[in-house]
T-cell receptor, first 114, second 115 residues
Framework: AQSVTQLGSHVSVSEGALVLLRCNYS??????LFWYVQYPNQGLQLLLK??????LVKGINGFEAEFKKSETSFHLTKPSAHMSDAAEYFC????????????FGKGTRLSVIA | EAQVTQNPRYLITVTGKKLTVTCSQN?????MSWYRQDPGLGLRQIYY???????DKGDVPEGYKVSRKEKRNFPLILESPSPNQTSLYFC??????????????FGPGTRLTVL
């Protein structure tokens, strides 16, 4: 069985500061890992994904994440937070077959302070 | 334009009154899924479908039914809604490609309140 743990249900950063949202996963098979973003009153939108190959993955809006197998982590970062980044972020895991359901973490709400 | 539509977007109902939330997609995706989102619990999968007439239970299927008679539609049925089914519901779809995990596209959500 696969699972995802997101550390911190709420993270607050100042505008221009580094954003770091933590995600650890558990999987008995090689994982596929994802970050989704949910803006207020909207559905989820894919930010980035890791399947195979390069462990540093770049996504939309300046976000990136690094797959670290030894640490079973897939933390999301952005060098400089913008007010428009305020949203809820979900980490998710699936297996390499691509056909199993996504397992989501509980989400981290990011607030950006002016 | 590629779209996943859900109806209704908002619904307030009473315990025991059957309801259906519709989901429709125009991307010819094989895979469709229903999630519920609750504060502090993230998204939990209710049911999913790999193709027409093929459905499977997710993590929280109790109290829900689905059907997949057509590729584009995947309605969620609550035969006898209860207050613990008050939640935000999302439909999602994706193309199935062997050995690859394609992006899931999410609908805008349906906020259901059961009194």
């Amino acid at each position: 069985a696969q699972s995802v743990t997101q550390l911190g249900s709420h993270v607050s950063v100042s505008e221009g500061a580094l954003v770091l949202l933590r995600c650890n996963y558990s999987s008995s098979v090689p994982p596929y890992l994802f970050w989704y973003v949910q803006y207020p009153n909207q559905g989820l939108q894919l930010l980035l994904k890791y399947t195979t190959g390069a462990t540093l993955v770049k996504g939309i809006n300046g976000f990136e994440a690094e797959f670290k197998k030894s640490e079973t982590s897939f933390h999301l970062t952005k060098p400089s937070a913008h007010m428009s980044d305020a949203a809820e972020y979900f980490c998710a895991v699936s297996d390499f077959s691509g056909n199993t359901p996504l397992v989501f973490g509980k989400g981290t709400r990011l607030s950006v302070i002016a | 334009e590629a779209q996943v539509t859900q109806n209704p977007r908002y619904l307030i109902t009473v315990t025991g009154k059957k309801l259906t939330v519709t989901c429709s997609q125009n991307m010819n995706h094989e895979y469709m899924s229903w999630y519920r989102q609750d504060p502090g619990l993230g998204l939990r999968q209710i049911y999913y479908s790999m193709n027409v007439e093929v459905t499977d239970k997710g993590d929280v299927p109790e109290g829900y039914k689905v059907s997949r008679k057509e590729k584009r539609n995947f309605p969620l049925i609550l035969e006898s809604p209860s207050p613990n089914q008050t939640s935000l519901y999302f439909c999602a779809t994706k193309r199935l490609t062997s050995g690859s995990h394609n992006e899931q596209f999410f609908g805008p959500g349906t906020r259901l309140t059961v009194l």
